[in-house]
């Protein structure tokens, strides 16, 4: 099957080789000077460091070319860009894969949200979990969940991406894995300012006990089933974000945690952390839902409001609410 | 309040330390060579390195004696020797707080079980959360479940041991309580496996998402309530346990993976990992209660049947299930 990877960063490159080992014909989309050193040098160094690329592995910097032939599109960009790269999707009416983690702050919208208004016609399939990208495209055992109101579209996602390292899930509850999946960035952001205070893990541990119940709560405000967030995409991906070395938002917080100022964390990011424009998107959506959301609000505050990070800590750590 | 530590280890002697702070006056009963050692130098240098015990703190190596005007105890013994240590409690109708995760495997009690034949007129609290012992002997932010089915009893332990630092929440359930801690023990044995096998972040993700379900169907099924396996001594205590460079039964596990025999590893601990004992009860009490249990069958083969690490966890990945 063609398929085309709309994003050249390091999730999108570990999807391409992985479906390419799969026999799928995979091309590329992304920034052209990305997409022409992976040409050139069969690798995604910055990304993917170690990692040598499938040599039938096609890219192309032409996004109306990219999509010439897609049987399915995978979306794997950043979200401040994902309406924009997915505007001329309108016609198109095969399986869209979103596995981009975010909240659209405007319209409160997950991607696959997203994915409704600029392709109405195409099935679209959230796919999400506890999974790093170079760890995928090292082959270690990774499992996922593919998720869509469309059972038979997670069914045909489940088959095209699934290998004996690659354990692919279906759920027919498609917010509630995103909303896992994007919210508890912002949780991680929290713990790694714990750790960066030098907390300790039995704070980060009641942290992340509060964090999943804080994010079963605002989805099922959201109409997610409260049960999916005890799954890979909800428990899995929240403790694993919280507790790796690899995770990036878990770093991004730790950074403030050390007393690095916010301007100097973004200004040097090479790749934006997710759960820093989430923040600001989860909060206005609790917000909107009347939704209690302690960790989320402190986060917000030291995030867009300036608030202390010690402050925002502590005051987090001192609220009398039951964590489970 | 005159309160009386059964147990000198670590956890024991963090507790003890935290009392004394709460005003109250504590003895600590244990190992005489280990008591004569926190006499003369108010340290527990193997336990908690660094950490200055209060002044006030008493020791006594006799257990009458230790017990004399005892009007709390805590009982902080490995669970092997739990039955032992409590042995003449039978007249005492005080509080007694089990700080022990454990199952005895000849009969399937969790340790407040144990109170339950040992000491029937004592009012039984199991405390237990996500708490290294030198955290909160470092005034580091905890949280932590009492839990009883005397409520009374265990808002007194409550009123007891919190502080600032330390918060203590309150749950009828003492066996989903205990269950948790304990079983949360062999998982992490097996995070521990997947660790010294090199298999990644993304693979320990999965085993806790799977761990958790795991845990939750077994205590169900031995008449705990499930969302008490949702709360800090379930999911917040097991995240830790596999996470954390500080958990004894990670890094037990660890050892394993690694290709460390058995023998070896259990020779050379100077504490003994509770995981290891409970594997084979949990495993014992799942064969009774009918339960599926793929991740405590696959450790209690690799560590009584002597299967291969590798293919154990190989097995345990492998396995279609569903995680969530």
């Known amino acids: 099957m063609n398929i085309t990877i709309l994003g050249s960063g390091a999730w999108g490159t570990s999807l391409g080789r992985l479906l390419c080992l799969n026999g799928q014909s995979v091309t590329v989309w992304g920034l052209p000077e990305e997409l022409a050193e992976m040409s050139r040098t069969s690798r995604n160094e910055r990304g993917l460091p170690g990692v040598l690329l499938p040599p039938e592995m096609k890219f192309e910097a032409d996004w109306g070319r990219a999509m010439l032939d897609a049987e399915c599109v995978v979306v794997a960009v950043p979200s401040k860009v994902f309406r924009e790269v997915t505007q001329d999707l309108f016609r198109y009416n095969g399986v869209v894969v979103s596995v981009t983690k975010g909240i659209e702050y405007d319209t409160g919208l997950t991607m696959t949200g997203i994915l409704r208004q600029q392709a109405p016609h195409a099935r679209a399939v959230a796919l999400s979990g506890p999974t790093f990208a170079l760890e995928v495209a090292k082959d270690m055992p990774t499992a996922i969940v593919a998720a869509s109101t469309d059972l038979e579209a997670a069914q045909a996602v489940q088959q095209l991406f699934h290998r004996p390292t690659f354990r692919v899930y279906t759920s027919g509850d498609p917010l509630g894995v995103e909303l896992g999946g994007a919210v508890k960035n912002v949780v991680a952001i929290a713990a790694g300012v714990g750790d960066g205070l030098g907390f300790g893990d039995n ?30 995409s909800g428990i899995g991906d929240l403790t694993v974000t919280c507790f790796s070395r690899l995770s990036r938002n878990r770093a991004f917080g730790e950074k403030l945690g050390r007393g690095e100022s916010l301007e100097k964390i973004l200004a040097e990011s090479k790749v934006l952390a997710e759960g820093y424009p989430t923040a600001r998107s989860a909060w206005q959506l609790a917000k909107n839902h009347k939704v209690a959301t302690p960790i989320i609000d402190e986060a917000y505050q030291l995030l867009y409001e300036g608030k202390n990070v010690a402050r925002a800590l502590l005051d987090l750590t001192s609220r009398e609410s039951k964590p489970e």
Not at 203 to 232: D, H, N, P
Request: with cysteine; proline share 0%; hydrophobic share 45%.
């Open 203 to 232: 704070s980060k541990a009641a942290l992340v006990t509060r964090g999943i119940v804080e994010m079963r709560r605002l989805g099922m405000a959201c109409g997610a089933q409260g049960e999916t967030f005890g799954g890979l």
